[in-house]
Every structure is written in structure tokens, then in C-alpha cells.
């Protein structure tokens, strides 16, 4: 069976997820989604829906200053408000604005008219689960091929596509520590790129005085754990980004980095006298962290250690 060109790409956008990095993979997918389309120029902009500002923008036949005028042009931008009303459909600027009051409009001479940019569809992408948002937008400089219906049926289709592949591009490409399902990933602001249903759940039990679901409650500083209530917050580099993931605090949290240590060798099944030699210390002062860590832990056997290895949260 031969592919069309649609469905071709949506194949490519999930078999090629895995081999970039985000801020690479999404500039390597816009420029594949607008050469498909037809389209002279395109963005994809992912920021809080609550304010409309990208924390993330990739832009394709456009310069790097295009999305900050788009977000000065709210308010004087019909289209801006009719998509962000109707999310997950694709609209077209003329469905809104006829040609004589679009090329007489202060926004097509402030913003489009310098790019030599004719003819606009745009989507606004919104899971329920979430308050980010993706505005996928592309553009035609050819004021005769405006986009048909068909066009915008299928571009509709395709953002849907667009934008989960981006999700997954997230959970291959970036570290995983835990068990992948909680997670979001924020640049070096806090400010999140991606998160999950899961990581949600997370937050929204925290006892904090207030949470803005567009940006991480907490400082990041570089790679390190984040203890608040009953929920460690395990943060690791990722290129120019960040991944945290969230999990529940577990008893083995409460040992410290040696104990760890000499626990997870005690747990692969060697001897007293086979860690010492490993870390350099006397079989003495092994079995000294030993008694102590049975006592944080509430355990009085190795058979007790291993299980809480293999199980560390099912067993607090």
C-alpha cells in the first residue's frame, strides 16, 4: 500500500521522535508540517493558555523577533481571539476578516505585511489536562492560494499529530529515572515546555499558598532533589532543558548517600567484608551502617533490605 503524503508524515513524526532533542526535533518537524502544507513560513509557540505567552517558539521562513510582535498584536488581533475560543479547530484568517478589511487592517500593516505574509491558518492545540497550549500557525505569501477547506480539515488533523509527537519526542529523548509517568520538562525559568496528566496530580497535592501551572513552584538550580510533603521532585539536565520527574517519597529516602550506597552492594548479594573492600572501609563500620539503617527503616533483615530495594515505595 503506497502512503500519502499526510499519512507519511504523521509516520515520520513518531518513527523520527527519538532521534533528536526537542528544540531540534521541532524545528525539523515545522519545517517538514509547512512544506507539506504548501506553506511559505510557519510557528509553533507552546506557553500558558492563562496568559498567551510562549515559553517555547520555533519558527520556520520567519526571524527570531516574529513571535514576540505576534504576542504584541493581541490586542488588536481578531483571528488571536477567535482561536483561542475555539480550540483544537483550525481557522482561517479569512473566515474572519475579508480581504478589503484584512489588507486595510492595522494588523496586516504592523505584523504581516513586513513578512510578506498574504494568507494564515492557525490552531490553537489544548489538552483538557492541561493548561499549556500550542499555537501551530502556518502562512502563504501568495495572496491567490488562500488555504481551501479541504486544506483546512486536513491541517487540522495533522496539528493533532504535530503536537503528540512533540509529547513523545519528550519521554524518548530526555532522561528517564522513574517510572516515566510523571514528568514535565521547563528551561532554566522553571517555565514548562511539557507536562504530564501525572505530574499534575502531583501539584495539585501540595500544600503550597499557590500554584501557577505555568511554570514549576520551585528554583531550579541545576541537577539536584527537591523534597516537599510526601513527594520527591528528582530534576536532571537535558540538553538546555530540564526534566523533573515527581514520585512519591519512599522509606529508602530516608538513608544517606552511603547508606545508600552500601546498600544497593549488600543488595546485588555481596559480603560484609566485599564492601568494605569495595569503598575502602573496615567490615566494622559497614555493619555499624547497617544496624543504623535497619533502624530507619524498621527492618531487622537483609531478606527486608532487598524487598525494600526492589519495592522502595510500596513498602512506606
Request: aromatic share 12%; with cysteine; proline share 3%.
Amino acid at each position: 500500500m503506497t502512503l500519502t503524503g499526510s499519512e507519511n508524515f504523521i509516520r515520520e513524526l513518531y518513527c523520527r521522535a527519538s532521534d533528536w532533542e526537542p528544540l531540534a526535533f521541532r524545528a525539523w518537524a515545522l519545517e517538514e508540517f509547512a512544506n507539506l502544507c504548501s506553506a511559505d513560513a510557519a510557528l509553533w509557540g507552546t506557553g500558558s493558555y492563562q496568559t498567551y505567552e510562549f515559553h517555547c517558539c520555533e519558527v520556520y521562513g520567519l526571524d527570531s523577533q516574529y513571535a514576540e510582535k505576534l504576542r504584541n498584536s493581541l490586542i488588536y488581533n481578531p483571528m488571536a481571539k477567535t482561536v483561542m475560543k475555539n480550540l483544537n479547530a483550525s481557522i482561517l484568517m479569512s473566515d474572519i476578516l475579508s480581504d478589503d478589511e484584512f489588507y486595510s487592517s492595522e494588523l496586516y500593516q504592523i505584523l504581516f505585511k513586513p513578512y510578506g505574509i498574504s494568507r494564515i491558518i492557525s490552531t490553537a492545540y489544548k489538552e483538557k489536562s492541561s493548561e499549556l497550549y500550542s499555537l501551530i500557525s502556518l502562512y502563504r505569501s501568495d495572496e491567490s492560494k488562500d488555504f481551501t477547506k479541504e486544506e483546512q480539515l486536513l491541517i487540522n488533523r495533522l496539528v493533532q499529530h504535530l503536537v503528540s509527537a512533540g509529547d513523545h519526542n519528550y519521554t524518548l529523548s530526555l532522561p528517564q529515572q522513574g517510572d516515566g509517568e510523571a514528568f514535565a520538562i521547563c528551561d532554566r525559568h522553571g517555565y514548562y515546555w511539557h507536562i504530564s496528566s501525572g505530574f499534575q496530580q502531583f501539584l495539585s497535592g501540595l500544600e503550597l499558598d499557590s500554584v501557577d501551572n505555568s511554570y514549576f513552584p520551585y528554583k531550579i538550580e541545576g541537577p539536584e532533589e527537591i523534597k516537599c510533603d510526601d513527594v520527591m521532585f528528582n530534576i536532571v539536565a537535558a540538553e538546555s532543558l530540564f526534566k523533573i520527574e515527581a514520585r512519591l517519597i519512599g522509606p529508602l529516602d530516608k538513608l544517606t548517600v552511603r547508606e545508600l550506597e552500601i546498600a544497593s552492594w549488600l543488595g546485588k548479594g555481596m559480603t560484609f567484608k566485599q564492601v568494605a573492600k569495595a569503598l575502602e572501609l573496615s567490615p566494622s563500620t559497614v555493619s555499624n551502617h547497617l544496624y543504623r539503617m535497619y533502624q530507619k527503616l524498621g527492618i531487622a533483615s537483609r531478606s527486608e533490605l532487598v524487598a525494600l530495594l526492589n519495592n522502595p515505595v510500596d513498602k512506606s
